[in-house]
């Protein structure tokens, strides 16, 4: 499978006239998804000083939900079997990668699906960790490394995931939040000046 070349073609073009932007987006493409560990963990800073137990299991859905689409992407990456711009169009990509399957992408899956739980923590930081998704999901197609159609399906496909899990995970995450509550771990899933995490009804 090849993808759409009309689409890359203007981001290609893009990239080769602007020289001065390839360090930060090389740097972006390759080790900008650690820059989500960030926002994870505020995510569960804010998730703990917060007295509800839902806001904590979401913090920590939004990390699980890039593991679990990950895992999903797989077989459909396989499946799909397409090529990378790189080696369909034959150009040297801006980052080193490997020639295999490029649909979907991970790294637009994973910060998708971390996105997309966070907004259910947090809107102001579930927009900041969109626009880092955003972003990267660019960074991933102006350095020869995948296509357009990559990016976009792995962030829908991320973002899918996550808000299932919501409806699905979360409940079940919540119930252990509030038996963690009254633990010797609580300070893992509240502060000291939060209530106890509520009681299960």
Known sequence: MTGDTSDFRPVHDFANSTSWLHGFMSFMAKDGIALFAITLLVGWWLGRSEPSARKVA??????????????????????ADEARPFVVLHFT???????DAGFPSDHATGAGAIAAGLMFVSWRLGLVTTLLAL???????????????????GLALGAVVAVLGVFIVVPLLTRLVRWLGSTPLRPLVATGSARSPEPAL
Do not use: E, K, N, T
């Open 93 to 99: 990509p801006l980052i080193a990668h490997a020639r």
């Open 135 to 153: 972003l990267i999901a660019f960074s991933r197609v102006y350095v020869g490394v995948h296509f357009p159609q990559d990016v976009a399906a």
């Open 58 to 79: 979401l913090a920590v859905w939004a990390a699980l939900a890039a593991v679990v689409a990950l895992v999903l992407v797989q077989p459909i990456a396989s499946a």
